[in-house]
């Protein structure tokens, strides 16, 4: 996906504009934490189950070289060829490789943020290839030729009458009435059928890579991920390094918190658990199976202070519970990944002075840290990055200079003190008739969109201060 | 058994309550000796440092830090009439300095409170010092770095409520963000704007007559909307409401 995070205000102010997709991201994000809540109730022991899961993933991502060579020896006995991409080009010409040693035409893909990461789909068709996204979601933004907007639930941006529309217009299916959510996914059903017999290749992401016994997970809701698996000749995993866990019980552990999180379900419809190809005796499956796992820019990750972030399991509840992502949407952020983990993962992956915006698109809210599965600290490792951004000057040099100054009066309480008293007199004097200030020097920022309620008359400091003179 | 001596506290003022609104100060002042504390005020107080912290600005925060430290950390408690000031000092000092000053900051942090929490959880408050007749239907905005960091909710509550019998109408999503975020206001202040309406819109419909809330970031934003939107309702600082302080103009009302 091509990166627009330097463009996040603007996409913002666009989406803010919009007054339907407003109303849409509203309703989402008063619901899904409310079903999130729910779940979480009903299961009774979040604290304790993130903490295990936070411990395992640190375990498996401190021990990355062993669990991942073990997940190779396993995944390889068990008839699996297991590739390495340092870069996205690298995992996208693995792939293209693979489809054309098979003569492949036609590839039917599940739902893979890895692959959105490295834009597979545009050089698999570059490549001559024929690729149906299967995923109800990825599939709709896919016929509409956008992207996704959340990391779950790609089309969730998408209207029941916008989705109709598409429909109507993409699928020569004739007069019909499309009326309830009901005919959509009915429609897409029989359409995706075809797509899943007919694919040469199948291509989906994973959820877990299992190193004692080279099994990869995948959970979905719709079961396209077992019919990409399946149904075609060829298989191939494409996912990151850093999915890695040691043991089947880890990946289970994690399951537990994964879609209780994000839409509240205690299990997913689908919890599939690929193994390799078809063994000698059985009915079905597919021929061959490869496994790619991409670094890009994990291992550096893991070398530097946000190695937390790659404890993330991808569930997109941060997305859900941030109240920046519900005002802006997920396409604001400019790339494959949004809300909180997007905020910090785009710079990251690709460059903190292109998405300068995306780590103070944040109001230390703390929500976000508070639901997180994985126990990652977002809020501080969003404010971490704006840390390197002061410290690298990409910061605006009115706010460097404005804090700069405020810091240095900080630590100076007479100087400071006398200053304000000024300041704060003025300021009462000039609004204590009307109470607020509709515009204010040096505060256009505050008060481009909301008054600056005026002072009291006097700081506590000099009220205080002359009482206890008078006292004595 | 002699009476144990009375708690002693030392007020952190934070610095928009020194600035913008003073009675704040004033009524946890009252509140704290009303609950029998002894308070001082060290007026070499500044700010807590949050601007420069959240901003990025990790380095100028250091010598706020330590100053705020060796200012306050001979106090039997530091309360502070704010969630996010509070928080500062508990949550973000101990991660922001390192060695021995860290160890200070360690120690500090155990003896600070937010104010409604250290009346309620702490000193027990039981009594108002003053009950006005006629107490305001109001909505509660939970402050992010109080709910989140601090564990405040019921607190506040449960005070409003029993000692000065005032009517809550809970909104939807109280503990969801007002926009406010310190310097993010400023910096994208569209979103900011979206969210202080969400903000306002839930709290008009609970049909409430005041917004209250324990910090004054938040609630100078959310009364800056609601004066540039034209929308009638009061704003004030739950300190204020609970020492019967409801004779100054509201935030940002004229006198």
């Excluded at chain 1, 590739?83 to 995992?91: I, L, S």
């Excluded at chain 1, 959105?116 to 996204?133: I, S």
């Excluded at chain 2, 309550?17 to 001082?40: K, M, N």
Aim: hydrophobic share 35%.
């Amino acid at each position: 996906m091509e990166l627009q995070s330097q463009h996040f205000r603007e996409k913002a102010a666009d989406a803010l504009a919009d007054s339907a997709a407003v109303a849409q991201r509203d309703k989402i994000a008063q619901f899904t934490p409310i079903i999130r809540d729910a779940a979480m109730q009903e299961f009774g022991s979040f604290e304790a189950l993130r903490k295990h899961i936070k411990r395992i993933r640190q375990h498996s991502l401190d021990n990355l070289d062993y669990y991942l060579a073990r997940f190779e020896l396993e995944a390889t006995n068990n008839g699996n060829q297991v590739h390495y991409a340092d870069t996205p080009d690298e995992m996208n010409s693995i792939v293209l490789d693979i489809c054309q040693q098979h003569g492949a035409h036609r590839v039917a893909k599940g739902k893979s943020m890895v692959t959105e990461e490295t834009a597979l789909n545009d050089y698999l068709q570059r490549g001559g290839l024929e690729v149906v996204e299967t995923d109800l979601g990825e599939y709709i933004i896919q016929q509409a030729g956008e992207t996704p907007s959340h990391i779950v639930a790609p089309a969730l941006h998408k209207s029941k009458q916008e989705i109709r529309e598409l429909f109507l217009e993409k699928h020569a299916l004739g007069e019909r009435a499309l009326e309830t959510t009901e005919d959509l996914v009915d429609e897409a059903r029989s359409v995706l059928r075809e797509t899943f017999l007919k694919a040469d290749v199948g291509i989906i992401g994973s959820n877990a890579l299992i190193a004692e016994n080279g099994y990869s997970m995948l959970v979905t809701n719709e079961g396209n991920g077992d019919l990409c698996a399946n149904l075609p000749n060829v298989l191939i995993i494409c996912t990151t390094l850093d999915r890695i866990l040691p043991r089947g019980e880890d990946a289970t552990a994690m399951q537990r918190l994964l879609a209780r999180s994000t839409t509240g379900q205690a299990q997913t419809s689908y919890t599939s658990f690929y193994s390799g190809p078809r063994r000698e005796g059985e009915l079905d499956g597919p021929l061959e199976t490869h496994i790619v796992l991409l670094d890009n820019q994990r291992t550096d990750i893991l070398a530097s202070d946000y190695k937390e972030m790659l404890q993330c399991i991808r569930c997109g509840t941060c997305l859900n519970h941030c109240p920046v992502f519900a005002a802006t949407g997920g396409h604001s952020y400019g790339w494959v990944y949004s809300g909180p983990m997007g905020s910090i993962l785009t710079p990251l992956l690709t460059s903190l002075e292109t998405s300068e915006a995306l780590p103070n698109a944040c109001t230390s809210c703390g929500r976000c840290g508070e639901v997180c599965p994985a126990d990652i600290p977002l809020p501080d490792l969003l404010r971490d990055l704006r840390h390197e951004q002061y410290q690298q000057k990409m910061t605006a040099p009115r706010w460097r200079v404005g804090l700069k100054l405020h810091a240095w009066l900080a630590v100076r309480p007479s100087l400071y003190q006398f200053l304000t008293a000024m300041l704060t007199t003025v300021l009462h004097r000039l609004g204590r008739k009307k109470g607020s200030f509709s515009q204010l020097p040096f505060a256009a920022g505050w008060t481009s969109v909301r008054d600056f309620p005026a002072p009291q008359s006097g700081t506590f400091m000099q009220q205080y201060k002359a009482r206890t003179k008078a006292d004595e | 058994m002699s009476d144990p001596s009375p708690p002693s506290v030392s007020l952190f003022v934070t610095c928009l309550a020194d600035l913008i609104r003073p009675s704040v100060a004033f009524a946890s002042i009252r509140l704290l000796e009303q609950a029998g504390c002894i308070v001082d005020v060290p007026v070499q107080q500044t700010c807590c440092g949050q601007p420069g912290y959240n901003s990025g600005d990790y380095e100028s925060t250091v010598p706020i830090a330590k100053k705020t430290i060796a200012l306050f950390e001979h106090a039997q408690f530091v309360v502070a009439p704010s969630g996010s000031c509070a928080g500062m000092l508990t949550e973000h000092y101990p991660k922001l300095l390192e060695g021995e000053w860290q160890e200070r900051a360690i120690a500090l942090a155990e003896k600070t409170y937010e104010l409604t929490s250290f009346l309620a959880d702490v000193v027990k408050l039981d009594k108002a010092p003053a009950i006005l007749t006629q107490m305001p239907t109001v909505t509660y905005h939970d402050s992010c770095a109080g709910l989140r960091e601090l564990g405040i909710k019921e607190q506040p509550r449960k005070l409003l409520r029993e000692l000065c019998e005032v009517d809550i109408k809970e909104m939807q999503q109280a503990d969801v963000c007002c926009g406010f975020g310190g310097t993010f206001c400023a910096k994208m202040p569209d979103i900011s704007g979206k969210m202080v309406d969400d903000k306002l819109r839930d709290a008009v419909a609970t049909g409430a007559g005041m917004i209250t809330g324990g910090d004054l970031g938040c609630l100078l934003n959310i009364a800056g909307r609601a004066r540039r939107e034209g929308i009638d309702i009061e704003v004030r600082h739950v300190a204020e409401l609970l020492s019967g302080d409801l004779y100054s103009p509201a935030i940002g009302e004229g006198e």
